[in-house]
């Protein structure tokens, strides 16, 4: 029953990520969320973040943008980065996921949803039988507070860490100078 809330993997960040290998294992497409998910909730893109997008599409990934964020809101994150987006995505439906997949020109197995909720990204990607990855949510440094709904992830984290069977399901796709450990 928890594992339609279980992700394919779980990582620190996009960053951690090594691209290549998920290009090698016939991956070519990524639909991100923005908030927590690249970015800080409602800032602006970086130049780190630029030039993120910058790197993944020149391996060869094309990119999504699928937010529940307005168009303003997503247009304004992407003044610098190339990249189809859906806005208003109402996640978890599925019905933007393959609308995505759709905009993309892809299988649905040639697809990874990379977000950092679980109740909306890996659930949605899930019921849309999209691979997905969960990144630990960005949070500024001075923020102690996190909302119920992150209470009750990590519950869901700790069970899916002991199930087995459904982490590590891309095998390894780190890099390697980034050995990390999600569980800490």
Known sequence: MLKK?????????VFSIDYDKLYNKGYKGLIFDIDNTLVHHGDDSTEEIDNFFKMI??????TCILS???EERIKRFLTNIDSLYISDAEKPDTTNYYKAIEKMKM????????????FTDILGA???????ILVKFIRLKDEKKIGKKRHLENLILRLYKISKNYTHRFGDIYKKEETINVFK
């Open 5 to 13: 809330f279980y992700p394919y993997e779980y990582v620190d960040s």
């Open 126 to 132: 899930n019921k849309s039988g999209i691979a997905s």
């Open 57 to 62: 599409q020149n391996i060869g990934f094309k």
């Open 107 to 118: 299988k649905k197995e040639e697809v990874i949803f990379i977000g950092d909720q679980i």
């Open 68 to 70: 529940n964020n307005n």
